[in-house]
């Protein structure tokens, strides 16, 4: 739930009842994302959860992928002297993925321009 909660401070300044209104988290069907807790924890939040579909594990791939690249490129091959620095190197590329990756899926906008294009079309 931690990254969850890093996830709503950061973008929308508070982890309240309702400030993650709108999204949707997807996840697979572990015991730490069906149990009691937790699911009423993101409902809280105002967060859907969104299961995996069983035994089709392609549709996970898209975090597991994002899992990865974020292993390879801020975690593995460096040498960590507390979790501080752990959560700071994913901090960093997390920064640097909204900031500065363009993916087609969002029309080759990064996911930060992606997010800015919705609000104002959403205001308009």
């Given at each position: 739930?931690?990254?969850?909660?890093?996830?709503?401070?950061?973008?929308?300044?508070?982890?309240?009842?309702?400030?993650?209104?709108?999204?949707?988290l997807?996840?697979?069907?572990?015991?730490?994302y069906?149990?009691?807790?937790?699911?009423?924890?993101?409902?809280?939040?105002?967060?859907?959860?969104?299961?995996?579909?069983?035994?089709?594990?392609?549709?996970?791939?898209?975090?597991?992928?994002?899992?990865?690249?974020?292993?390879?490129?801020?975690?593995?091959?460096?040498?960590?002297?507390?979790?501080?620095?752990?959560?700071?190197?994913?901090?960093?590329?997390?920064?640097?993925?909204?900031?500065?990756?363009?993916?087609?899926?969002?029309?080759?906008?990064?996911?930060?321009?992606?997010?800015?294009?919705?609000?104002?079309?959403?205001?308009?």
């Open positions: 739930m931690q990254p969850i909660a890093q996830g709503l401070l950061g973008e929308f300044g508070g982890t309240g009842a309702e400030v993650g209104r709108g999204l949707t997807r996840t697979d069907h572990g015991s730490q069906t149990a009691d807790d937790f699911l009423n924890q993101v409902r809280f939040w105002g967060v859907t959860p969104s299961f995996a579909f069983v035994a089709e594990p392609q549709t996970n791939g898209v975090a597991e992928r994002f899992n990865r690249t974020l292993k390879e490129q801020a975690i593995h091959g460096r040498i960590f002297r507390n979790l501080e620095e752990v959560r700071a190197a994913a901090v960093e590329f997390k920064d640097r993925y909204n900031r500065h990756w363009r993916l087609e899926k969002l029309g080759f906008m990064s996911p930060h321009e992606a997010r800015h294009a919705a609000t104002m079309k959403e205001a308009a």
